[in-house]
């Protein structure tokens, strides 16, 4: 998620050493105009930059936003992962589900990569170094993917590696939004997440429709190969970010000798984590977005049947996918020019109910309703989709929000990181307990004669949260909650 933090007007200054100390010879000189100056160009170069929903582009934010696009475009893989565990690995739609749901268990444990990032300093730095970090290992995970994996076990590994590497670099940014959001208003929270999350839909569009042509054209094992490049961008970016480097001794041997004072920092950092977290107003809107996110869903039985029953091809779904990526921008862009000044529950409510009656038109593709009405089963897929992604960008950019708003200073990265690990568990839960319905309905990777009433339950169960709706704040438009420590 991105930030903007501002930059000294003495970065710009040919008289500024390598250490930050104004030259003397400048000082002379200039006395007498320097102020002047100084704030001419300031405005000018604050009225002049570039705004993008309405952030400017600084160097931070720019860095923020190509982390974010990172993980859009590596969508490219996504297809082919999911074709790779289908028609090579020969799995059924419960056993992909659950390599899925394993995939996502680095995006459970992010408060301790929120801890590590901003007590232990890489090479002298809490954001550079660790995103340099991130990128290495996500182009390792899908080098190995293009090369030496040939079993279910290795895939998941090398999946769950590349998952951790952007979580670890999610945190990472996460700070830095997180530091910027704080004490403002839902509106400017609301541009910040849209900033963010309108790069990844971007890097979503940009590679959705080779994600399926190039698995038609070259195989998966190509698409993995080029995948591998694209983590680098996230190392690439680091030097954009604006950080002074720590000084002193580093705090990872503290950690490795046991220091007492850098475990009496920890044994107070972890106090503070769960003083803020118990607070009401913290505790009880991170239970209803759990429950929210806790749904089943059936995707990859939808997958299965789509491919195995309808025929549609790596490339079609590759079109798809890139109507998909256009309706997450255009979720983020409904959520920024209509929603960000729309209470929480009225957004919510809306949202879900919505997307619960609009999920029912999947039974039409399942039974075949939808040719008895004249629309083939590729432009009611695309409909669909289309029109289900809009929703759910745009119900998701508030638990963005909220998470972010509910961060005291200090601890940012923490607990925002926090927050978001269990956002992620309920989604976690949701694609488990999905698969275990699979299971139980005998959805199989060739049988499919109870898939509709699978798709029937998910989408009804997705209304079970909304009479919490009251654990969300009423609104929030204008404050933000204030944690006591």
């Known amino acids: 998620m991105s930030v903007y933090l501002p930059l000294s007007s003495r970065e710009d200054d040919p008289f500024i050493d390598g250490d930050g100390n104004e030259g003397t010879l400048a000082m002379e000189m200039e006395e007498g105009t320097s102020t002047s100056k100084s704030s001419g160009g300031s405005s000018r170069r604050k009225n002049s930059r570039l705004k993008c929903f309405g952030v400017d582009l600084s160097p931070d934010n720019v860095a923020v936003a190509m982390v974010y696009f990172v ?48 007590s232990i300093p890489l090479f002298g730095y809490r954001r550079r170094s660790y995103l340099v970090l991130s990128g290495l290992l996500g182009a390792l995970s899908w080098s190995l993917m293009a090369t030496f994996v040939d079993t279910k076990y290795g895939a998941a590994f090398c999946i769950l590696l590349s998952s951790f590497s952007v979580a670890f670099s999610d945190v990472v940014v996460d700070s830095m939004v997180v530091e910027r959001a704080r ?79 850098f475990l009496e920092s920890s044994k107070e950092s972890i106090i503070q984590l769960w003083n803020a977290f118990r607070q009401p107003h913290v505790f009880l809107p991170t ?35 890139l109507v998909t990526s256009v309706a997450s921008l255009v979720g983020v862009g409904l959520y920024n020019g209509f929603l960000k000044n729309v209470p929480l529950r009225k957004i919510f409510l809306a949202t879900t109910i919505a997307g619960s009656v609009l999920g029912m038109t999947q039974v039409f593709l399942v039974t075949g309703l939808n040719r008895q009405f004249g629309m083939s089963d590729e432009w009611f897929a695309i409909g669909d989709s289309l029109i289900l992604t809009v929703l759910s960008q745009a119900s998701f950019m508030p638990v963005l929000v909220l998470a972010a708003k509910l961060c005291p200073e200090g601890m940012e990265a923490t607990l925002f990181a926090t927050l978001m690990s269990i956002s992620n568990g309920g989604s976690v839960l949701g694609g488990l307990i999905g698969a275990g319905l699979t299971k139980v309905f005998g959805v199989t990777r060739d049988k499919f004669d109870n898939l509709a009433t699978l798709v029937i339950l998910c989408n009804l169960t997705s209304l079970l949260p909304l009479p919490l709706l009251r654990l969300l704040p009423r609104d929030d438009t204008d404050t933000a909650p204030k944690v006591k420590m």
């Open 71 to 118: 993980q859009g475009v590596l969508g490219l893989a996504k297809l082919a992962v999911s074709f790779y565990l289908k028609d090579d690995l020969h799995l059924d739609p419960a056993e992909t589900a659950v390599i899925t749901g394993f995939s996502a268990l680095p995006w459970l444990v992010k408060p301790l990569y929120g801890f590590i990032s901003d």
């Open 183 to 261: 004490g403002e208003s839902q509106s400017v929270s609301g541009s910040l997440q849209s900033l963010c999350w309108g790069s990844s839909a971007f890097g979503g569009i940009v590679s959705s429709y080779f994600s399926g042509s190039l698995v038609d054209a070259y195989g998966v094992r190509f698409v993995f190969g080029v995948t591998a490049l694209l983590p680098l961008i996230t190392s690439a970016v680091a030097v954009l970010v604006n950080e002074q480097r720590v000084l002193g001794p580093a705090r990872v041997s503290n950690v490795l000798l046991g220091n007492s004072s």
């Open 287 to 321: 239970v209803f977005i759990f429950l929210w996110q806790a749904t089943p869903h059936s995707d990859s039985a939808m997958f299965f049947f789509t491919t195995n029953k309808l025929g549609f091809t790596p490339e079609f779904l590759g079109r798809v996918k």
